[in-house]
């Protein structure tokens, strides 16, 4: 199925509109990504990309098109890049690209392009290479799939970290919030002769 | 370290020694009657065997009890004038030496499959494809004690009904065979393959060498009772220290079958031919219920696979497609409206359940799925050497922050586990080189439960005490914190975290391109 030079230039025109969004909850679904970019810019397509490889990472990742490159451009840098944009939920931040031609996994043939191949055999001298290449690229997967998990520990360090402050923070006001509340500040103030902010 | 065995068991008359149905060892599972393959370092040809019994004892462990089969080789001297065919064995008779043996479980190298093609009654002749499928074929006996061919078969041979040792019924076989789960007999794909890889090149050269030690099988025992020049082997016994010595100094189980049969090509060229011979042999068990009427009706396309309806294992294996697909694996122009049909994660969990799903790794990340679906097949013929038309459905697994720019992935389904197995083996034996320089790393694919998707880190809500019914119904929407807020400087740490695992990505992308790039130059033959 080769296509025509046409087709892959369109297909390289989407991909240049269209922004990479990751760190996504995975609730988020269509409609609310429609919602939330609507702010900034026509959005035209909304494609999830399914994960299948990796079960710990529940970030969800996701291809959003719009209407122009330059309202791409406009997104990524000055509405996600300066502020911590959230979509559905507080306080993780979506982190936004440019879209890239791997991302997409329905992408026309690159024309032009074909694909050689060649068995190498265990006597031929380039075997031993191959051999090591191979177990190279098997020690890369694992390299990668253990910074992974460094990657999400971390996360969740953060995560914790962030919830139980915020939890203590919480419980602080809820507790000056009751004391204020029922009186007793203002008998305490009264008490000791201090003057007791009320608001 | 014990070797990975699982065993069925039959019956437990006898304490010391328990005979079992099957046992799987080393990720290929031998039953009763299958044909496994010996070897025995230094000769030049694998001894091949019917097992007929399957026991375990307590001193010496699982063994496999064997009648031999003959090659024209071994029995030349009483050939005669009979010319046997270029893959024709025969089978040991009678009473005499060299009819059987006990060997260790540990000493097969795998299993084949042989057919048999004798007109006698009781024998069911194989199909056609069956017989272009098989490794082996006989048709005649060899008696052991008098040294001769013959063309009947006694009633029983060691001991057993004859029935045995022909090919089996297959309507018998689906009532005799046990119920086996679908179980994969490799390790979930390469993530598990962490403690191994991690492993720097100094030591894997001390494990290559200790390897070597190991791909030196325990000694089968066979006697042969031959001519002059031919040697009578001794009746040797395994010793149980060469034994241990195999388990201590062997790869600890972690380490799949993959690695083992590399190694084992690696070490040397004559052992490499005994591997070529293994084939899973479920496909000639394989019971024809399933007629042709059940396979869904394609439209005449011009590239129709030859063998259909010929063959018995791709009727079978066809049936077993998702039903709900009406796939027709002819001509691409039916790929269209495949995708529509199943959603590509449910086909990919069945082909998963099938056994007929592959990971396929180091491909250049710029292929598109339809390069890899289209180059595959050819690939998958070479291997499978059969008339097999693979069709295969293959989508690369798209890029994300954390997979390497260098590495492509992509999940391929086959259209029979057989195929898929044997393009594994392949893949890992010899190598597929790519255009630049890229082996391609095949492996059982398999795909990750996906946990919990509702706790997403990084999200919290807090319940106040008291809300008000709005506030309690307000939903957060999308909007950029502003700097006032809390949630804002939250959010900021989450966003240098963000950006320093961006960077550590960067980096180890970096330097793993630079590994392969100083590897690459090494190679010889730049394409």
């Known amino acids: 199925m080769d296509s025509t030079a046409e087709e892959y230039a369109a297909f390289m025109e989407r991909v240049k509109r269209t922004i990479y969004l990751d760190n996504l909850s995975p609730q988020v679904n269509e409609s609310i990504l429609r919602k939330a970019l609507d702010q900034y810019g026509t959005v035209k397509g909304v494609q999830f990309i399914p994960n299948y490889t990796e079960s710990k990472f529940t970030a969800r990742c996701a291809l959003v098109e719009v209407e122009s490159p330059q309202q791409a451009q406009m997104i990524i840098e000055e509405v996600i890049g300066s502020y911590p944009f959230m979509i559905l939920g507080m306080p993780r931040p979506v982190r936004a690209r440019p879209a890239e031609v791997e991302m997409f996994d329905d992408r026309p043939v690159k024309p032009g392009r074909k694909i050689k191949i060649r068995w190498v055999d265990p006597n031929d001298p380039d075997f031993q290479i191959a051999q090591k290449l191979k177990r190279l690229a098997q020690k890369h997967a694992a390299e990668a799939s253990f910074m992974l998990k460094q990657q999400l520990a971390e996360e969740e360090k953060l995560a914790k970290q962030q919830s139980d402050a915020l939890k203590a923070n919480n419980e602080k006001y809820t507790l000056i919030e009751g004391v204020m509340a029922d009186g007793s500040a203002r008998l305490l103030a009264s008490y000791y002769n201090v003057k007791a902010l009320e608001d | 370290m014990k070797m990975p065995l699982e065993l069925y068991q039959e019956d437990n008359v006898n304490r010391d020694v328990q005979s079992y149905e099957s046992v799987t060892y080393d990720g290929v599972e031998y039953c009763l009657h299958d044909c496994v393959i010996f070897y025995q370092a230094g000769e030049a040809e694998t001894y091949i065997g019917k097992i007929v019994k399957i026991i375990d004892t307590t001193d010496c462990g699982k063994q496999l009890e064997v009648v031999w089969f003959f090659r024209p080789s071994e029995i030349r001297n009483y050939l005669g004038d009979y010319e046997p065919q270029w893959n024709e064995i025969f089978l040991a008779s009678c009473e005499g030496e060299g009819l059987s043996n006990t060997n260790f479980l540990e000493a097969a190298q795998g299993k084949c499959s042989v057919v048999c093609i004798s007109k006698d009654q009781r024998n069911p002749l194989p199909s056609k494809a069956e017989l272009r499928s098989a490794d082996y074929i006989f048709s005649c006996t060899f008696d052991v004690g008098k040294l001769t061919i013959s063309r009947k078969f006694p009633n029983e041979i060691h001991g057993f009904r004859v029935e045995n040792f022909f090919n089996k019924r297959k309507d018998r076989d689906l009532t005799l065979s046990p119920i086996r789960k679908p179980s994969l007999n490799y390790p979930t794909g390469m993530l598990d393959r962490e403690v191994d890889a991690v492993t720097d090149d100094q030591k894997y050269d001390d494990k290559h060498t200790v390897k070597e030690e190991w791909v030196r099988p325990t000694s089968p025992i066979k006697v042969r009772c031959l001519g002059n020049e031919n040697v009578a082997l001794k009746f040797k016994s395994i010793s149980d220290d060469k034994v241990q010595e195999r388990i201590s100094s062997g790869k600890p189980k972690e380490k799949d079958k993959e690695k083992f049969s590399s190694h084992f090509s690696a070490s040397s060229p004559v052992k490499q031919k005994s591997k070529k011979k293994v084939r899973f042999s479920d496909e000639v068990n394989v019971a024809v219920t399933q007629t042709r009427d059940q396979v869904p009706l394609e439209p005449p396309q011009l590239n129709f696979p030859k063998d259909k309806g010929k063959n018995s294992n791709e009727a079978s294996s066809l049936v077993e497609q998702d039903q709900a697909t009406k796939t027709d694996n002819n001509a691409d122009g039916g790929h269209w409206f495949k995708r529509f049909v199943t959603p590509w994660r449910e086909r990919l969990q ?95 694919g398999s795909l990750r439960k996906s946990d919990d998707s509702k706790l997403f880190i990084g999200h919290y809500k807090i319940k106040p005490k008291r809300l008000t019914e709005d506030a309690r119904s307000a939903v957060a929407t999308s909007h950029c914190s502003q700097e006032n807020t809390i949630e804002y400087s939250m959010g900021m740490e989450w966003r240098t975290l963000q950006e320093k695992t961006e960077r550590w990505w960067k980096q180890l992308h970096e330097k793993q391109a630079k590994e392969m790039m100083e590897l690459k130059k090494q190679l010889r033959i730049q394409t």
């Open chain 2, 350 to 444: 069945k082909a998963q359940e099938r056994g007929t799903l592959v990971l396929l790794d180091n491909l250049d990340p710029t292929y598109s799925s339809c390069e890899v679906e289209l180059k595959f097949p050819d690939v998958a013929q070479e291997i499978v050497r059969s008339a097999f038309n693979e069709r295969v459905e293959a989508k690369m697994v798209t890029q994300t922050p954390f997979s390497c720019p260098l590495y492509g992935k992509a999940f391929v389904i086959f259209k029979s586990k057989y195929a898929a197995t044997a393009v594994i083996n392949k893949l890992n034996r010899s190598c597929l080189m790519l255009t630049d320089q890229r082996p391609v790393l095949g492996c059982v």
